[in-house]
């Protein structure tokens, strides 16, 4: 299984209603991101600078980064744009971040 990470920005006064929004994630993004081979899926909330850490496994060649195409994805991103940071495209600005250390 391969693990990528990265990070997004959520905006002032958001993480509330982020969570909210979150702890309600729409069955069909669920199935979609399982379908495709994504698994254990976290987002961590740095407060101090808004930042949102992700880190997510997958058992495919794809992660959540590589479905943007999908009218699913689409919809979730439009919901999700009024509290984060956003592309022109209504995805969210998103930052690959490398693995510098690992311990097992």
Known sequence: MKKFAFKMKLKPGCK???????N??????KLL???TGVRDYSIY????????FAVQYQDGH???QDLGSNAVVQKWWIYMGDIMET???SSPVSIPLK???HMD
């Open 87 to 89: 592309n022109p495209d």
């Open 16 to 22: 509330e209603e982020y969570i909210r929004r979150n």
């Open 33 to 35: 991101l399982n379908q």
């Open 62 to 64: 794809c992660s959540s």
């Open 45 to 52: 909330l740095d407060e101090e600078t808004n930042i949102l």
């Open 99 to 101: 693995e510098v250390f």
């Open 24 to 29: 309600a994630i729409q069955p069909e993004i």
